[in-house]
Nanobody, 119 residues
Framework: QVQLVESGGDLVQAGGSLRLSCVAS????????MAWFRQAPGKQRESVAT???????NYADSVKGRFTVSRDDAKKTVLLQMNSLKPEDTAVYYC?????????????WGQGTQVTVSS
């Protein structure tokens, strides 16, 4: 069984920083893409940042220049460094991981961690 456990969410003032961490455990092999999504109250879940197994990254326009995604495959960990936080960044942040081989890809979600940015 695969588990993704996020941590690092907190209440922070606007302009502050947080670092989110997601650790994968269990029978998880050949991690492909690791990503962060977020969902604010009353809104759809949206992609925030993605990092592929070759290190390529992609960011939502709203976080470019402020957030940085990184991964450590040996530790099966993906990080999200969030700087210059804004109230509109308030949301539950979810870790998402895809694993496996072409034709046999699987996707997993974490349980989420709350980020609240006060103005």
């Amino acid at each position: 069984q695969v588990q993704l456990v996020e941590s690092g969410g907190d209440l922070v003032q606007a302009g502050g920083s947080l670092r989110l961490s997601c650790v994968a455990s269990g029978r998880i092999f050949n991690i492909k893409t690791m990503a962060w999504f977020r969902q604010a109250p009353g809104k759809q879940r949206e992609s925030v940042a993605t990092i592929t197994d070759d290190g390529s990254t992609n960011y939502a326009d709203s976080v470019k220049g402020r957030f940085t995604v990184s991964r450590d495959d040996a530790k099966k960990t993906v990080l999200l460094q969030m700087n210059s936080l804004k109230p509109e960044d308030t949301a539950v942040y979810y870790c998402h991981v895809t694993t496996g081989w072409p034709g046999q890809l699987r996707a997993y979600w974490g349980q989420g961690t709350q980020v609240t940015v006060s103005s």
